[in-house]
């Protein structure tokens, strides 16, 4: 078990530019998730997968922001013709592992990644 | 719609003492809750959690947390703190019907000094 990998860790890229960044989940985890974290905020949820569909979109995730999860493996998240509100850590997790506890309740344990820090000038 | 609020931003602590991050949240829903920790340049890492049962939690590096119904709070406590569990500590909320969005706090920022 690797662990959640994304990449690059930093872009800084210039307004008006497109950025693409990758995350690779743990190895047969099913779901995966995205997230944004500002500066001074925790993390926001974004939108996540289970295999290749996506299941759910924030309505933070404007028009130029794109995910996919081709083969259900890797996801790339892209953000086209970048502003500075832009700017921010964008966090990756993995789930499959189900946790059950008593009464019935269960839920996906995710795992996160390192995230990759986006600086748009 | 759910909130989690984390009302300090700083807890500043010398080693060895105890220390005690608040969380309250708001949800019309029965929710989970977890606490997260995030180290400098990592990702972030589950201390504990609630789903049901015990209202006192214990979890990894000495941590517990208690649930408490009534005042909509799940506090963070550890009776003696070291140096190396400074970091950033977030507390999280999912609805128990949609457990795989996490609905996070704006984080407490732990310093513990020698």
């Known amino acids: 078990d690797t662990g959640v990998s994304q990449d690059p860790r930093h872009k800084i890229t210039k307004r008006g530019q497109n950025v693409t960044f990758r995350c690779d989940p743990i190895s047969e985890h099913n779901r995966l998730y995205w997230y944004r974290q500002t500066l001074g905020q925790g993390p926001e949820f974004l939108t996540y997968f289970q295999n290749e569909a996506q299941l759910e979109k924030s309505r933070l995730l404007s028009d130029r922001f794109s995910a996919e999860r081709p083969k259900g493996s890797f996801s790339t998240l892209e953000i086209q013709r970048t502003e500075q509100g832009d700017s921010a850590m964008y966090l990756c997790?993995?789930?499959?592992?189900?946790?059950?506890?008593?009464?019935?309740?269960?839920?996906?344990?995710?795992?996160f990644g390192p995230g990759t820090r986006l600086t748009v000038l | 719609a759910q909130s989690v609020t984390q009302l300090d931003s700083q807890v500043p602590v010398f080693e060895e003492a105890p220390v005690e991050l608040r969380c309250n949240y708001s949800s019309s829903v029965s929710v989970y809750l977890f606490w997260y920790v995030q180290y400098p340049n990592q990702g972030l890492q589950l201390l504990l959690k609630y789903l049901s049962g015990s209202t006192l939690v214990k979890g990894i590096n000495g941590f517990e947390a208690e649930f408490n119904k009534s005042q909509t709070s799940f506090h963070l406590r550890k009776p003696s703190v070291h140096i190396s569990d400074t970091a950033e500590y977030f507390c999280?909320?999912?609805?128990?019907?949609?457990?795989?969005?996490?609905?996070f706090g704006t984080g407490t920022r732990l310093q513990v000094f020698p």
């Open positions: 999280a909320v999912s609805v128990r019907y949609n457990t795989d969005k996490l609905i």
């Open positions: 997790a993995s789930s499959s592992k189900v946790v059950r506890a008593s009464g019935g309740s269960s839920y996906n344990e995710q795992f």
